[in-house]
């Protein structure tokens, strides 16, 4: 079965850039999709079809997929970014998630 | 603007059935396609299936053995059993609107319904 990897947690500085990947085989084949989750809430869409971002997601958030890596990139990083950030994907009829990086902010 | 909203028992003990609905409002529920998602405490996201409103379904070849999505667009609800659960289906369980076409993401989200299995 396919699989996505993520980093298990990253931090970063207010107003830096984070950048997390997700690894997979011939990723960069298919179309990555990035969600954001907060403690206690739902997934949120940020990033779909590699690089587009859904009505209301703010322009610090953008996305890149290559090889075998997509990348979202928060620029300008801020306390209110600080959450769960899950990739996922589409393979043989099934949506594959990676495991989730925690992006600290402090 | 979409809404989804899960409903079903919260507490189930081993060896029984999951029986989840998630009630859909906002806009009808033949154009997209319905799954649903689970993530145990403190962990990732895990897909579990989803069916279009023609009743056409794909699962997750890990948990398709147990699982069940059906459909029913007069009440515009769909529904998720899950068979012969464990502990380890114990989880937060989401249903989620999923594109159609030759992209595939979630771009709805229901708050989410915790099913604990315990004896």
């Known amino acids: 079965s396919y699989e996505l990897t993520q980093p298990p947690s990253m931090s970063v500085s207010p107003g830096q850039t984070a950048s997390i990947t997700c690894s997979g085989d011939k990723l960069g084949n298919k179309y990555a999709y990035w969600y954001q989750q907060k403690p206690g809430q739902s997934p949120v869409l940020v990033i779909y079809q590699d690089s587009m971002r859904p009505s209301g997601i703010p322009e610090r958030f953008s996305g890149s997929n290559s090889g075998n890596t997509a990348t979202l990139t928060i620029s300008g990083t801020q306390a209110m970014d600080e959450a769960d950030y899950y990739c996922?994907?589409?393979?043989?009829?099934?949506?594959?998630f990676g495991g989730g990086t925690k992006v600290t902010v402090l | 603007q979409v809404q989804l909203q899960e409903s079903g028992p919260g507490l189930l003990t081993p060896s029984e059935t999951l029986s989840l609905t998630c009630n859909v409002s906002?806009?009808?529920?033949?154009?997209?396609?319905w799954s649903w998602i689970r993530q145990p405490a403190g962990k990732g996201l895990e897909w579990i299936g989803r069916i279009f409103a023609s009743g056409t379904t794909n699962y997750n070849p890990s948990l398709k053995s147990r699982v069940t999505v059906s459909v029913d667009t007069s009440k515009n609800q769909f529904s998720l059993k899950l068979t012969s659960v464990t502990a380890a289906d114990t989880a937060v369980y989401y249903c989620?609107?999923?594109?159609?076409?030759?992209?595939?993401?979630?771009?709805?989200w229901g708050q989410g319904t915790l099913v604990t299995v315990s004896s």
């Open positions: 996922q994907a589409w393979d043989t009829n099934t949506y594959v």
């Open positions: 989620a609107r999923g594109t159609s076409g030759s992209l595939y993401y979630f771009d709805s």
């Open positions: 906002g806009g009808p529920i033949s154009t997209y396609t």
